[in-house]
T-cell receptor
Framework: QKEVEQDPGPLSVPEGAIVSLNCTYSNSAFQYFMWYRQYSRKGPELLMYTYSSGNKEDGRFTAQVDKSSKYISLFIRDSQPSDSATYLCAMSALNSGYALNFGKGTSLLVTP | DGGITQSPKYLFRKEGQNVTLSCEQN?????MYWYRQDPGQGLRLIYY???????QKGDIAEGYSVSREKKESFPLTVTSAQKNPTAFYLC?????????????FGQGTRLTVV
């Protein structure tokens, strides 16, 4: 079993919809949780970062971490065609330095 | 502009040849990383370097080599020993090695073996 599981999609939604992206993990030592957005043929860019459990909101984006369920989510409100990209979750543990464990990424398409 | 520059963007290599991918950063970051991304796969760590003149193997280092002679440069050589080198290669850097530190990525090099 991979340490980080993420449904690759693709996920297609109409413009304005609320999008929910999720990852599950098996390593209870993970404490740092990140979401990266990657446009086609580009490098990933950090979208959201949370430490331990809880919620974090930034504009239309909300990241949630539920450590008891080993489950993280990224919500996108009022989705736009420009949100069409691959979303990668990544996480790291306190005792592993920076080493990030990535999910496979979920491909999102927001249609006008 | 500060950032990470990878070159070339596209690279073609014949089987049996070594090839070197360039990665330069002007962010004054200590740590640098090389990842490989295959279709439908997440990023897998090849090598990382926490400081100049030091580097460590990641999860899939076989068939690859790196050097870190300068803080701003972390070239990756894909050797002929790498059995399946066709992939998208991403270089990243972070200010330090501490957990949770943000990594900044370059735009990637797409390597194709012909």
């Amino acid at each position: 079993q991979k340490e980080v599981e993420q449904d690759p999609g693709p996920l297609s939604v109409p413009e304005g919809a609320i999008v929910s992206l999720n990852c599950t993990y098996s390593n209870s030592a993970f404490q740092y949780f990140m979401w990266y957005r990657q446009y086609s043929r580009k490098g990933p860019e950090l979208l959201m970062y949370t430490y331990s459990s809880g919620n974090k909101e930034d504009g239309r984006f909300t990241a949630q971490v539920d450590k008891s369920s080993k489950y993280i989510s990224l919500f996108i409100r009022d989705s736009q065609p420009s949100d069409s990209a691959t979303y990668l979750c990544a996480m790291s543990a306190l005792n592993s330095g920076y080493a990030l464990n990535f999910g496979k990424g979920t491909s999102l398409l927001v249609t006008p | 502009d500060g950032g990470i520059t990878q070159s070339p963007k596209y690279l073609f290599r014949k089987e049996g040849q070594n090839v070197t991918l360039s990665c330069e950063q002007n962010l004054n970051h200590d740590a640098m990383y090389w990842y490989r991304q295959d279709p439908g796969q997440g990023l897998r760590l090849i090598y990382y370097s926490q400081i100049v003149n030091d580097f460590q193997k990641g999860d899939i280092a076989e068939g690859y080599s790196v050097s870190r002679e300068k803080k701003e440069s972390f070239p990756l050589t894909v050797t002929s020993a790498q059995k399946n080198p066709t992939a998208f290669y991403l270089c990243a850097s972070s200010i330090g090695w501490q957990p949770g530190t943000e990594a900044f990525f370059g735009q990637g090099t797409r390597l194709t073996v012909v």
